[in-house]
């Protein structure tokens, strides 16, 4: 249950703010129609993100090595400071509606995930817990739980949440991983 509960706080912390959620918002008011979008924002993040974990545990599993667990431990470390970096998303990269709200989500949530941090911790969190499952739906949820409230609230919600205080506590999540990976690593935790 810990690579649920961990891969739900930390995705949830870290998406607020990111450019994935600043494109939920966006196709709210471009298609006002939330459930199609809501839906489309869980298939698309249900495929990148089983994908990201599977990678991730397949990965640890084949370099299963304290030179790999460092290297994990280092990339929630490196995902701390990327974290405290504001994301923008510029209108003109938003998709252009030709295909509908749940498949503009779809596609614009799988593609714009690629690469984004949430999709690279949802790799070291793979790593980690080695349990695809667990971190996929932890992940998910996570997304949900930044992204439901963006498509419903917008605008508002941006306006309400001091977005520099929810990535330092994100920052502080991630950091306190990866410095626990770290120790756990060099065998100073047991």
């Not at 930044?146 to 001091?162: I, Q």
């Not at 306190?176 to 065998?187: D, E, H, K, N, R």
Request: glycine residues 6%.
């Amino acid at each position: 249950m810990e690579a649920l509960f961990t891969s739900t706080a930390i995705v949830a912390l870290a998406e607020v703010g990111d450019k994935t959620q600043l494109l939920a918002m966006l196709l709210a008011t471009r298609f006002n129609r939330p459930l199609p979008i809501i839906l489309g924002i869980l298939v698309a993040t249900l495929a990148n993100h089983a994908l990201a974990a599977l990678l991730g545990a397949q990965a640890a599993a084949f370099l299963d090595s304290p030179v790999f667990r460092y290297a994990v431990g280092l990339s929630f470390v490196a995902m701390a400071a990327w974290t405290l970096i504001p994301d923008t998303f510029e209108d003109e990269d938003a998709p252009k509606p030709r295909f509908g709200a749940f498949l503009t989500t779809l596609v614009a949530f799988f593609l714009v995930e690629m690469g984004d941090k949430t999709q690279i911790a949802t790799v070291a969190l793979g790593a980690q817990y080695h349990n695809v499952a667990l971190v996929t739906a932890g992940t998910t949820l996570g997304m949900m739980i930044a992204n439901v409230p963006a498509v419903f609230l917008g605008n508002a919600l941006l306006k309400r949440v001091d977005l520099a205080k929810v990535r330092i506590a994100a920052a502080a999540l991630f950091l306190v991983i990866g410095l626990w990976v770290l120790a756990q690593t060099a065998g100073w935790i047991g």
